[in-house]
Every structure is written in C-alpha cells, then in structure tokens.
C-alpha cells in the first residue's frame, strides 16, 4: 500500500494536544512616544501532541509514522484529536457535518458563506476550515451573523492565497490543516514497559 502525503496522524489516543498561533509582531520605538509594530512573519499554527502511554507494538507504529515524514520534509494532515465539532454541534454533529461554499472575503477576514445546513449555528471561538486546491486553513470564529443556509462569518488569522478565492470549500466539521514535524521534537521516554511519545508539528503548506 502506498503511503500518501501529506499523511494522516496516527491512530492513537492523545492526551495533549495544544494548538496555538505564533503571530510574530516586532515593536521598535520611533520617538515622541509612538511605538511602530510590524508583522515579521506570517501567523502559523504549532502543535505540542502528547499520545497516552504506549505499550511497544503501539509506540513502534507511531515512531514508524514519524519516520516516514523525514524530519519535515514530508507534511502531515492535521486534524485536532478532539476539537472536532463547533461547540454547539458536540452532541449533535450533523449540521455542521455540511461543508459549505466560500462566496467571498471583505475586509480581509470576512468570509461570506453559502449552502451551510440552516441549522449549524457557530459560537466564538469554534474552529473553520478552508480548502482549496490541496490547500488548507483553519481559524477561529471571532464573530458570526446569518441564517438559513448563508453565514457571514469573521475569522482570525485573516486567510491568504487560494483558499480566500470563490468557490472554495468551508468546513465546520473536522477542519484540516498541512503541517510539518518539528526537527528532533520527537520524545519516547520509557515509564515502566510503556512510552510516553511527544512531538511538535508546525503549519507549512
């Protein structure tokens, strides 16, 4: 069987799985008290996944996948272990199961969205993904209006290139995102005849 990239994350339970944005902003005084700030890079999600302790067969599967991604020259497909579903959905996944269209995007993170279920209903702070062309993005709802089977919904980071463009997919349900492996982030420290395997995953289209 051929393995295709970029690769999905292992089959194993996760009990740490922190996603946060790095959004590099440099401060330079100017004088007369005014402060300039500049974006010196371009916002990414990283991932610090910790697996529940492993017997052997199970920790030999996962160290196999991880070799298999070379360091980060091979990307992987990341889906939050258990941040699946907008908040309100948790018990009842099905509205937000339906992906919808991406009309538009004013304002640079404004996302104008058609065929959504017209009952999804998304709170602050649930997760939204775009694709596109074998691109992905995830962001955060930061504020949403709408009903029937439009939303306008303002997403942060703002999203760039393909995926901002008209006709793109808008998930609710599972969003992925392409990550890469961190160089020599990969740990197994054995307790007892288990392992306890971390790692970092770093956003890279």
Same mark, same amino acid.
């Given at each position: 069987? =051929?393995? %295709? ?5 292992? /089959? *194993?339970?996760? $009990?740490?799985?922190?996603?946060? @944005? ?52 091979r ?27 991406? =009309?538009? %995007? ?5 996302? /104008? *969205?058609?065929? $959504?279920?017209a009952?999804?209903? @998304? ?12 691109r992905?993005?995830?962001g ?6 709408g ?38 982030s990969?740990?197994?420290?054995k ?15």
């Amino acid at each position: 069987m =051929v393995i %295709v990239f970029p690769r999905e994350m292992p /089959d *194993v339970r996760f $009990v740490t799985a922190d996603v946060i @944005l790095a959004d590099p902003v440099k401060a330079s005084p100017s004088g007369a008290r005014l402060i300039n700030y500049t974006q010196v890079e371009d916002p990414a999600w990283h991932a610090s996944m910790v697996t529940r302790p492993l017997f052997y067969s199970e920790y030999s599967a996962v160290e196999a996948w991880w070799l298999s991604l070379r360091e980060g020259l091979r990307a992987v497909l990341f889906r939050h272990p258990w941040d699946c579903y907008p908040r309100l959905h948790r018990g009842n996944p099905a509205p937000a199961d339906v992906a919808g269209v991406l =009309v538009s %995007v004013t304002s640079g993170n404004v996302v /104008d *969205v058609s065929g $959504v279920d017209a009952a999804l209903a @998304l709170s602050v702070g649930d997760r939204v993904g775009l694709e596109r062309l074998g691109r992905y993005y995830v962001g955060r709802v930061a504020d949403v209006s709408g009903a029937g089977t439009t939303r306008q919904i303002t997403i942060e980071p703002p999203p760039q290139g393909i995926v901002t463009q008209a006709g793109a997919v808008v998930r609710f349900a599972r969003p992925a995102l392409i990550m890469r492996p961190v160089p020599g982030s990969f740990q197994a420290p054995k307790a007892g005849i288990r392992y306890n395997v971390s790692f970092q995953l770093r956003e890279s289209q």
